[in-house]
Nanobody, 119 residues
């Protein structure tokens, strides 16, 4: 039932910008949090940024000041604006939503979108 569709990944040079989008079929009232994770080759998946239902934002130290997470409640969509990209940002980026406890409290993952930062 719950489906997440990611877009916006691609190849960009160091210092460039990308904007990732994740649209979900889940209604926003039943979503507790939305977030972005990434996984680089040979590395564990790590949390990049998240936003709660009430608008609380969290960022990994490595992206703080460069990345911005936001959402559009009307479109049930979460975005990740990535500026000043570095080669170490290269990874597959995954969108995740967590449903409210009363709605099940379960997690749903997107398929991932590749971000490559290279000259």
């Amino acid at each position: 039932q719950v489906q997440l569709v990611e877009s916006g990944g691609g190849l960009v040079q160091p210092g460039g910008s990308l904007r990732l989008s994740c649209a979900t079929s889940e209604r926003i009232f039943s979503i507790y949090a939305m977030g972005w994770y990434r996984q680089a080759p040979g590395m564990q998946r790590e949390l990049v940024a998240s936003i709660t239902k009430v608008g609380t934002r969290s960022y990994a130290d490595s992206v703080k000041g460069r990345f911005t997470i936001s959402r559009d409640n009307a479109l049930n969509t979460v975005y990740l604006q990535m500026n000043s990209l570095k080669p170490e940002d290269t990874a597959v980026y995954y969108c995740k939503i967590t449903r409210e406890f009363y709605a099940g409290g379960d997690d749903y993952w997107g398929q991932g979108t590749q971000v490559t930062v290279s000259s």
